[in-house]
């Protein structure tokens, strides 16, 4: 049949599976977005700012798995998707983005909102298409879906000039892809799984570094399964959290800069470190040559340019996690390892860093605390980057996958308002609590209108310390409390800006608040806001400083820490 490139994406779309859009018009993609009434099955939710289009998709994807979906105009539009998308890069997210440019013959002329989007996203995008041809939509559409949900994931942009979308020709569907250049190792090399259950049956002190390749590849089981039958402490990454549940006995936590102080002690002790996922991020290993230097390593990632890409391993495996894993456990034997288990035991005693003090003013791990309790720890928790991010990570209890939505490697700051909103448009069955910075929301705030228009039913709650909380304890420590350009001295009123926008606002100035502020938010229909006001110079502990080791771990003082 003969369409025009406008109904050519929406078709393809359509036969991807795509339900739900996250855009803002303009006039280049204006073509794409007069085609939508014919295709009522696309649900397309107009967002204030296309940077919150591109988050809102990318917490869409996260917490379902299937790409993401954002579309933006040119010039400007296109790069207000930015940093969504080098957000989702960093992170394997499957998103698919499409873009209006302007027409064919005005490339290069430096029209009106021109920008050469594909040079731009290059650097961020797993893949990127200009399609000059609309015929070739439907290839480039079905290639894009299938590169970005496969292998390792990641977003993949497709920049259409706008009479390519009024044009018309045939539309024919491929049914497969055609793409030589591109095949992901999906099963393990037979000789290195032998290999890696050689080093586990002679380990003695073995420890799983559990990454967010497991949810990414389903492997739950698997990695339990492996966890259990070799009796594997497991430590978590900070994308990692929730693929194996923080409440089982052979769970040690999270490692790293703000992780558990004995997680990070434990691999410093340990002869073993199955990495499964996971990139040996900056965060995790401080300095590297100075990272676990008395354990082999073994290391199963789909994407071969991360092994030995920052740690030497012995033995790399390359595959998908769930594949290799079931041959892996095929063959590996049954083992405890008991005096490792008490050792780690030993190291919770002796540093506790999840503990909590006793004290009446409110502070933000308190306010974690009493919100997983108050969702049993079934709720999707969504973050932006800094000191609210690791109070989230330390103090909620997470039991299951895709329920700690953050960003993790590029650290994106206003991350958690319209994250939030992808992650409950995916998910609209899960309650779904964002846990803000009162910087970090405030860069994208805007989404409060979204989340009304739509009723889109969001609970935040604010942890406002008025201050760029992380930024500050990065100056109190390292620069003699030289407090420059961190402090907020005029936040807004933020229940009057939730009423202001629809929606309910809590103010909450006393611990004895806490409970009955998440209570009520979450008995609202709709989103809801709660504004902490919590201690302004609160503390993260532990902390690794930058480039230093677990030697350097800067502990909160002993008499301040009391069991929860």
């Not at 052979?250 to 996922?277: F, K, N, Q, T």
């Amino acid at each position: 049949m003969r369409l025009n490139g406008s109904q050519m994406v929406c078709e393809s779309l359509l036969r991807e599976g795509v339900e739900v859009i996250f855009g803002l018009p303009g006039g280049a993609i204006l073509p794409l977005y007069q085609t939508l009434p014919e295709y009522p099955q696309l649900r397309h939710i107009l967002v204030r700012h296309e940077q919150g289009a591109a988050h809102a998709a990318d917490g869409y994807g996260r917490v379902t798995g299937k790409p993401g979906v954002a579309w933006a105009t040119s010039g400007p539009g296109a790069t207000n998707l930015v940093t969504g998308i080098a957000t989702a890069q960093m992170d394997s997210v499957p998103m698919v983005i499409i873009t209006g440019q302007v027409s064919r013959a005005s490339i290069g002329s430096d029209a009106f909102q021109e920008t050469d989007t594909t040079g731009i996203t290059l650097p961020i995008t797993k893949h990127n298409y200009l399609v000059m041809n609309t015929v070739d939509i439907p290839r480039a559409i079905k290639e894009a879906f299938h590169i970005a949900s496969t292998g390792r994931p990641g977003p993949v942009l497709v920049d259409i000039p706008k009479d390519v979308f009024t044009e018309e020709a045939e539309f024919e569907y491929p049914d497969e892809v055609d793409l030589p250049g591109y095949n992901p190792t999906l099963e393990g090399h037979p000789a290195q799984v032998k290999r890696a259950v050689r080093l586990i049956a002679q380990a003695r002190r073995p420890v799983i570094l559990a990454g967010h390749g497991i949810i990414i590849s389903q492997a739950y089981d698997e990695v339990r399964e492996l966890a259990e039958k070799v009796q594997i402490p497991v430590i978590t990454t900070l994308l990692g959290i929730g693929s194996f549940p923080d409440d089982h006995l052979l769970c040690v936590g999270m490692p790293g800069m703000h992780g558990m102080a004995y997680a990070s002690l434990a691999i410093e002790e340990a002869d073993l470190l199955i990495a499964l996922g996971m990139r040996f991020d900056d965060r995790i290993t401080g300095k590297t040559s100075e990272f676990a230097v008395n354990s082999k390593k073994i290391h199963i990632e789909i994407d071969p340019s991360e092994i030995g890409k920052n740690v030497h391993v012995d033995v790399p495996i390359v595959g998908d996690l769930k594949l290799v894993l079931r041959e892996l456990n095929r063959r590996v034997k049954p083992k405890t390892h008991v005096e490792w288990i008490q050792r780690i035991d030993e190291l919770k005693q002796g540093h506790p860093s999840m503990l909590i003090r006793d004290t009446d003013k409110l502070i933000p791990q308190y306010i974690v605390q009493q919100l997983a309790e108050a969702t049993n720890g079934d709720a999707i928790v969504v973050t932006g980057v800094g000191q609210h991010q690791m109070w989230a990570a330390q103090h909620y209890t997470y039991r299951h996958p895709r329920s700690l939505i953050t960003s993790g490697g590029s650290g994106a700051m206003g991350y958690e308002v319209p994250g939030a909103m992808g992650a409950q448009v995916g998910r609209p069955d899960k309650v779904v609590w964002s846990v803000a910075g009162d910087g970090g929301f405030q860069m994208t705030m805007a989404e409060l209108a979204t989340l009304v228009e739509n009723n889109i039913p969001v609970k935040f709650a604010i942890i406002n310390n008025s201050f760029l909380g992380m930024v500050r304890q990065w100056q109190e420590f390292f620069y003699q409390k030289s407090y420059v350009a961190t402090g907020y001295t005029h936040n807004p009123d933020f229940v009057k800006l939730a009423e202001a926008f629809g929606m309910l606002g809590i103010r909450v100035t006393d611990k004895a608040q806490v409970r009955s502020a998440i209570t009520r938010a979450m008995d609202y229909d709709g989103p809801a806001l709660v504004d902490f006001v919590v201690e302004e110079e609160e503390n993260v502990y532990p902390m690794i400083p930058a480039g230093q080791t677990v030697h350097d771990l800067i502990e909160e003082p002993l008499p301040e820490r009391v069991r929860r």
